[in-house]
């Protein structure tokens, strides 16, 4: 019974709620009839005379200040729109419609609120597996730090100076510093002055103050390795120094790490540090080999990073395949490029732009030499070449920024310490490092500049649904714009269109501005274009009048009107 009667709740409800979208109009005309029932003790007539007579005695003054302080709010209006939309990504008077206004009016939301609380009580199983499912389908923008990332002393610092613009963002900078406190602490640290002094460094902003806290934490231990580690990466000014600080951080580090090995099982504050001295073991490593493929010796490079992979095969924090396709592709070693990537390129692991466009390259290598488009035109594409475009439209689909960058489309910056992954950070961090690859293939840039921009005649619009990936995710622009310095355009896709009240705020601007100008240069032409402009605008209204007198018996409108 209980059942019954919220159903009947609910209908009535629902049904208000119909009414009520229609009732205005009810309302519009109801207003209307009654004003044209009582036109005779309200004396429109003779109202509407007067406001003739007022009018015709108006100068074209008047009507330049008013179309002109028309064109000044409008444009004032414009200017806000603009910069709400460039600031937001949205429209200020769209976003107060639909979130506010339309609400009260048509009660839309509560409406969907009460038949989603109806479905989540009858249908609770079914809905909670919906969300799940959901929830795993749709991946979130989650920022990763950039596994090529350079150092900051010899390399952004230099920039700054050379340049006098900061490359890193604050944002991007706070995500390092929680990066490094969670590598390089543990709980068993407290009490250790040392510890508790990297502690504090790692959270200071100033670079100056950590550079300081590192030195003053050697000083309380000359063989605190996460202190050297601080020192290499911001207090060197080239990447051989940094090498060397590398080098004496890895001897300490070992010697910790083998300790911790053999106590890891004892309780959990060893295993912690356990944990904490391999993360620090397999940074300087890595570090190490970075700058060995800097300083030119990449072989030596690509055998320390095979060697971490192997040592720590379960170690996918620092995504070191990456370092190692960057080292394997400067040396053209593509056969070994192939192999990872059949490793690293499953459908179970986790995308990247270095793992779609280095596949990408390595297809597009077999036929970019010889590619013509003018020819593939003609005959049409051969089993080998749409293999290749396949695999870039399948690798712009997951980065769509990518290409730009990669054919100087677009001026290229200092990758950030974070990118997002479909993102123009990530963008801008692959193209960094793999446009001398492209370029070192003969005709891959070609064939990319042939091909990249037939991938978005196959992704359904608007983004619904993915080709091969999940669909873009909307976060991407606003992540982009915390990781990225100021000075750089940041990429957004897809583009978004200039919402309707900005083209109608611009277009109302112009126009009355236009008339403005008009009334002040030909007052009397435009008097009598503006007269028979508003004749036309009466004529069916005069035209309904007309017929209104002929249909109603004027005794019922006497009548009426008396009362």
Partial sequence: MAGFLSRIFEKVKSWIHWSWTYLWAVWFILVVFVVYILRGPLKLT????YATMFLNTLTPKFYVALTGTSSLISGLILIFEWWYFKKYGTSFIEQVSLNHISPLLGGTDGQQNDNNNTNTNSNNTTNTTQNQTTQQSMPECKVWRNPLNLFRGSEYQ???????????????????AQ???????????????????????????????RIKAAKDALEKNPE????????????????ADAEKMFKQAYKTAEISYRKSQQTQHQNLQHEATYRRDTNVIVYIK??????????????????????????????????????????????????????????YDDISLPKSA???????????????DKFSPDTASKRGLSTAEMTAVEAIHRAVEFNPHCPKYLLEMKSLILPPEHILKRGDSEAIAYAFFHLPHWKKVDGALNLLHCTWEGTFRMIPYPLEKGHLFYPYPTCTESADRELLPAYHEVSVYPKKELPFFILFTAGLCSFTALLALLTHQYPEPMGMVAKTVIGWLYMPISYVLEKLEAILPSNLLHQ????
Avoid at 160 to 169: C, I, Q, S, V
Avoid at 224 to 239: P, V
Avoid at 329 to 343: F, G, I, N, P, T
Avoid at 560 to 563: E, T, Y
Wanted: proline residues 2%; hydrophobic residues 40%.
């Fill in 46 to 49: 003779e109202n509407l005379s």
């Fill in 158 to 176: 230099r920039y700054n100076w050379a340049r006098g613009k900061e490359p890193l963002t604050y944002y991007d900078m706070n995500l390092s």
């Fill in 179 to 209: 990066d490094h406190q969670t590598f390089f602490t543990c709980e068993s640290d407290a009490g250790k002055q040392e510890f508790e002094i990297m502690q504090r460094a790692w959270r200071e902003r100033n670079p100056q103050s």
């Fill in 224 to 239: 605190c390795c996460t202190a050297i580690i601080l020192l290499a990466e911001e207090d060197t000014s080239s990447i």
């Fill in 286 to 343: 890595r570090r190490l080999a970075m700058c060995a493929r800097k300083l030119g010796r990449t072989r030596e490079a690509i055998k320390m990073m095979r060697e971490l992979m192997k040592e720590f095969p379960t170690l996918n924090l620092f995504n070191i395949h990456e370092n190692l396709i960057d080292a394997l592709l400067e040396v053209q070693a593509y056969a070994d490029v192939q192999a990872l990537l059949a490793k």
């Fill in 354 to 368: 270095a793992i779609c466009y280095t596949a990408a390259l390595l297809k597009a290598r077999a036929v970019a």
């Fill in 560 to 563: 009426l009107s008396r009362i």
